[in-house]
């Protein structure tokens, strides 16, 4: 894998779950990593705490999503966190993660409901790009977290895999408006991963095996499983692939 020694990166969510692991990752590759977070302190000061002690570089950034004027927020505290590390302000890698959901089938959605998923996974991803692109050196890297949801239909997740097909459709248009500078634009798909967001499908000796029975791998995904393609679509060695999404849900509906 080629280093990141030099670059600098920025990941949503970057908290808990596939986030953590990424902004890990990517620290441990040789990325300064801005630890995004909009509500957990606790927990994005722990990701901090575990790049910094394995050798990396971090520093957490807060800025909630989803709330009126979150990516200007966002971008100023960013840009400060910089100065204030000495670092020159620009972006390399930006990893597009944080997420929630709020379950549901067509009965069940609610304009709330739809209208905060889509401004998490689908809106702020969007002007996260757009104001970033002033700051984003050429040859930088865009990485969105989907969901496998968006082959495999999933009815109690309807509104968050529209969110998430909408997530996809950017990652197209993107990948195609930006790529005379070398920017790649990509997503990754997981499915079953063991994070606090699916604790419900892991809870139990029995949930647990009921979701590995779907993988062709007989087990869940780890956070680890998904971090390491996200650092692969990070690299250099992955300059000739975009506007794609990766599918890393171990095989599930195969």
Same mark, same amino acid.
């Not at 990701?47 to 999503?65: D, K, Q, S, Y």
């Given at each position: 894998?080629?280093?990141?020694?030099?670059?600098?990166?920025?990941?949503?969510?970057?908290?808990?779950?596939?986030?953590?692991?990424? =902004?890990?990752?990517?620290?441990?590759?040789?990325?300064?990593?801005?630890?995004?977070?909009?509500? +957990?302190?606790?927990? =994005?000061?722990?990701?901090?705490?575990?790049? *910094?002690?394995?050798?990396?570089?971090?520093?957490?950034?807060?800025? @909630?999503?989803?709330?009126?004027?979150?990516?200007?927020?966002?971008?100023?505290? %960013? +840009?400060?966190?910089?100065?204030?590390?000495?670092?020159?302000?620009?972006?390399?890698?930006?990893?597009?993660?944080?997420?929630?959901?709020?379950?549901?089938?067509?009965?069940?959605?609610? @304009?709330?409901?739809?209208?905060?998923?889509?401004?998490? /996974?689908?809106?702020?991803?969007? %002007?996260?790009?757009?104001?970033?692109?002033?700051?984003?050196?050429?040859?930088?890297?865009?990485?969105?977290?989907?969901?496998?949801?968006?082959?495999?239909?999933?009815?109690?997740?309807?509104?968050?895999?529209?969110?998430? =097909?909408?997530?996809?459709?950017?990652?197209?248009?993107?990948?195609?408006?930006?790529?005379?500078?070398?920017?790649?634009?990509?997503?990754?798909?997981?499915?079953?991963?063991?994070?606090?967001?699916?604790?419900?499908?892991?809870?139990?000796?029995? $949930?647990?095996?009921? /979701?590995?029975?779907?993988?062709?791998?007989?087990?869940?995904?780890?956070?680890?499983?998904?971090? +390491?393609?996200?650092? %692969?679509?990070?690299?250099? +060695?992955?300059?000739?692939? *975009? $506007?794609?999404?990766?599918? =890393?849900? $171990?095989?599930?509906?195969?």
């Amino acid at each position: 894998m080629s280093t990141l020694k030099g670059r600098t990166a920025l990941v949503t969510g970057a908290g808990r779950g596939i986030g953590r692991a990424v =902004a890990r990752r990517l620290a441990a590759d040789g990325a300064l990593v801005a630890v995004h977070y909009g509500t +957990d302190e606790t927990s =994005a000061g722990e990701t901090v705490r575990l790049i *910094t002690e394995a050798g990396g570089a971090a520093f957490p950034l807060h800025a @909630p999503l989803g709330v009126p004027d979150d990516v200007s927020t966002l971008y100023d505290r %960013f +840009d400060q966190g910089l100065t204030e590390l000495g670092r020159t302000t620009g972006l390399d890698i930006l990893v597009n993660n944080a997420g929630f959901n709020v379950r549901g089938a067509v009965a069940d959605v609610t @304009p709330q409901d739809f209208d905060g998923l889509m401004a998490v /996974h689908a809106k702020a991803p969007l %002007f996260l790009v757009q104001s970033g692109l002033p700051r984003f050196r050429d040859g930088g890297r865009i990485v969105n977290v989907s969901s496998a949801s968006t082959r495999v239909a999933l009815p109690t997740s309807l509104a968050y895999t529209m969110a998430k =097909a909408a997530l996809e459709a950017l990652t197209r248009t993107l990948a195609k408006e930006l790529g005379p500078r070398g920017i790649t634009v990509n997503a990754v798909a997981p499915a079953f991963v063991k994070t606090d967001l699916n604790k419900r499908r892991w809870a139990t000796p029995e $949930g647990e095996a009921a /979701h590995a029975e779907l993988s062709v791998f007989g087990r869940m995904g780890l956070t680890e499983d998904v971090a +390491d393609i996200v650092a %692969f679509l990070a690299s250099d +060695d992955s300059r000739w692939v *975009t $506007g794609q999404t990766i599918d =890393a849900s $171990g095989g599930v509906g195969l």
